[in-house]
């Protein structure tokens, strides 16, 4: 059992419910999302939980993506392995961004080597009609494992996560991955009203399902718009920011920090911010300071080593690594990150050594 479990045949009581929330309120994590003083910088890493820990490919032997994360104790056991093993300050919660079409009834698979796969991609405005509200009755597994997590983790804060709507829309036009988008940018650009339709829906129902993460017990929630560095900065701003920061508006009555991240935004770094998030997301193509110039004021960073620099030895790591933090050294509030998600080959010692060296090189 977990030290931060409650003993078997015992029931939580209020004020030990209150000192854990007191606890992960006070966490780095939190304080540097809100910009207050930290006891050191905090650092997660996207796909913590993943390919790359020898524990989680055992736990997810002959499982399939998608039924690993609707299993509440599979979920529980991966979100946690990044945690015990490289002493994180926040776990995120184990998922894929596809999951809440799923739950609605979209078919869809995600195929190894490949990605989310949708078998009728939608492409006309009858295709709308397939994108129904989401419930917390869809995602019944969601609420379940985070109430087993926030259980375990006890002052550790849990981040909850979603796919944001032009991520998704990308997927669900194109019917898969894509390097160029064409088919969801021909509808973007040809049939306006018909994209905007379908990334108001998509908001909907991505806020819902950060609204469920929430209300289970997440402490925080980050939007990936992992495709949004494909566009130039004006269709961002027209096409795309209403729907996520109708996401973000749905979530703020929460009062839980709201995180943006996109992979080669460096163009849309102050659009992402504009589009309401309290931390923007930074990848490895723009330095933390200059960074912090493009958002503005009022917003923490979240980033941004290399994920390959993991690859070059311990030395090279810590040079790159105190590069980061160097640029992030006049932040309103920084979490240290990689610019992208931990790669499938890195090894997972490397990956401990860094939060150590973060931890160790930001005390105060």
Known sequence: MSANATPTGQTPTATSDAVKDDAVQESAFLKACRREPVPHTPVW?????????????????????????????????????????????????????????????????????????????????????????????DVTYVTEAIGMLTRELGPTPLIGFAGAPFTLASYLVEGGPSRTYENAKAMMYGDPELWADLLDRLADITAAF????????????????????????????????????????????????????????????????EAGADVVGVDWRVPLDEAAR????????????????????????????????????GLEGHVFNLGHGVMPSTDPDALTRLVEYVHTRTAR
């Not at 935004?265 to 992402?272: A, I, M, Y």
């Not at 917003?299 to 105190?322: C, H, I, M, S, Y």
């Open 210 to 273: 950060l609204k469920v993460q929430i209300e289970a017990g997440a402490s925080a929630v980050q939007l990936f718009d992992s495709w949004a560095g494909a566009l130039a900065p004006a269709d961002y701003r027209r096409s795309v920011m209403p729907a996520s920061a109708k996401v973000f508006r749905a979530v703020a009555g929460h009062g839980v920090p709201r995180i943006h991240f996109g992979v080669g935004t460096g163009e849309l770094l102050g659009l992402l911010g």
């Open 45 to 137: 890493f996207m796909r913590q939980a993943g390919r790359s820990l020898p524990e989680y490919r055992k736990v997810r032997e002959g499982i399939g993506m998608l039924d690993s994360c609707m299993r509440p104790d599979l979920v529980t056991e991966i979100t946690l392995q990044p945690v015990r093993r490289h002493h994180v300050d926040a776990a995120i919660f184990f998922s894929d961004i596809v999951v809440p079409l799923k739950a609605i009834g979209i078919d869809l698979d995600i195929k190894p080597g490949v990605g989310p796969v949708v078998e009728q991609p939608v492409r006309t405005r009858a295709d709308l009609d397939r994108l129904r509200d989401l419930t917390r009755e």
């Open 294 to 329: 493009r958002v503005g004021p009022g917003k923490a960073l979240q980033g941004n080593l290399d994920p390959t620099v993991l690859f070059a030895g311990r030395e090279a790591v810590e040079t790159k690594a105190q590069e980061v933090l160097d640029a992030a050294a």
